[in-house]
């Protein structure tokens, strides 16, 4: 279960070229779980999935073509 605890304590340096790595909020959202990678990923690409939740107010433009409420 330790593993599986570690996929989910990101910090900062984790979130390099991400909106999220200068947000006041990161921590807040890490610790509460305010993220979905699964939507992230679906949104920008297994290659970014340290952006931004494609619901915050901060995430860039979804180009995928997929629409989240």
Known sequence: MPKAKALFAFNK??????SCSKC???DF??????RCYVKTI???G???????DP???F???VESGM???
């Not at 340096?13 to 991400?18: A, C």
């Not at 297994?46 to 931004?52: A, F, I, L, M």
């Open 24 to 26: 006041k909020a990161l």
């Open 29 to 34: 959202c890490n610790t509460n779980k305010r």
């Open 46 to 52: 297994t290659d970014n999935w340290n952006y931004p």
């Open 59 to 61: 995430s860039p433009k």
């Open 42 to 44: 679906k949104a920008y």
């Open 67 to 69: 629409i989240y409420k």
């Open 13 to 18: 340096s984790d979130y390099v070229d991400s």
């Open 55 to 57: 619901r915050c107010e």
